[in-house]
Nanobody
Framework: QVRLVESGGGLVQTGESLRLSCVTP????????MGWYRQAPGKQRELVAT???????DYADDVKGRFTISRNKSRNQVYLQMNRLKPDDTGVYYC????????WGQGTQVTVSS
């Protein structure tokens, strides 16, 4: 059973930065696909950034140049460095992994005030 645990959310002002972390306690195998999604109030969950199989990276258009995803693949840890945050980045950020099925963390709240 894969468990994803996020941390690093919080309340910041426009233009500030946050770094999210996601760890997978107890896993003994490597997960290829891991990434981050977010859900703003009243909206559907959407992709933010993700590693796909083959080590390719996808970013949502509105975070390109501001957010950077990175990982320690052997430890199944993934990070999201978020710079120049905007109020539209507000939402619950979920760590995601695919290992025979979709797996989600519990989410961490990011709030960006104007």
């Amino acid at each position: 059973q894969v468990r994803l645990v996020e941390s690093g959310g919080g309340l910041v002002q426009t233009g500030e930065s946050l770094r999210l972390s996601c760890v997978t306690p107890g896993t003994t195998f490597v997960i290829d696909s891991m990434g981050w999604y977010r859900q703003a109030p009243g909206k559907q969950r959407e992709l933010v950034a993700t590693f796909r199989r083959g080590n390719t990276i996808d970013y949502a258009d509105d975070v390109k140049g501001r957010f950077t995803i990175s990982r320690n693949k052997s430890r199944n840890q993934v990070y999201l460095q978020m710079n120049r945050l905007k109020p539209d980045d507000t939402g619950v950020y979920y760590c995601y992994a695919f290992f025979f099925k979709d797996i989600w963390g519990q989410g961490t709240q990011v709030t960006v005030s104007s």
